[in-house]
């Protein structure tokens, strides 16, 4: 039986928000790459997540080119 997590721990509740934000991270990476993929511009992108586009850029760019991503001029 898997043991429940002590909601008075501190390190236990902390270590949840780590694993929730590799988590979100992975699941952002994937789908930011899939909407590239489909032929969503950077600014499509950034408007879904809330966030600029020069921002989205930055963060996920490097990584798709790597990927071997054909990603899209503005």
């Not at 699941?27 to 909407?35: G, I, N, P, R, T």
């Amino acid at each position: 039986m898997e043991k429940l997590m002590d909601p008075a721990d501190p390190a236990a509740g902390l270590a949840a928000v780590v694993a929730l934000r590799r988590l979100a991270d992975r699941l952002e990476d994937s789908q930011v790459e899939a909407a590239l993929r489909a032929g969503w511009s950077w600014s499509d992108v950034a408007e879904v997540l809330g966030v600029t586009r020069q921002a989205v850029h930055k963060k996920h760019a490097a990584r798709l080119i790597a990927a071997g991503v054909a990603l899209r001029r503005r």
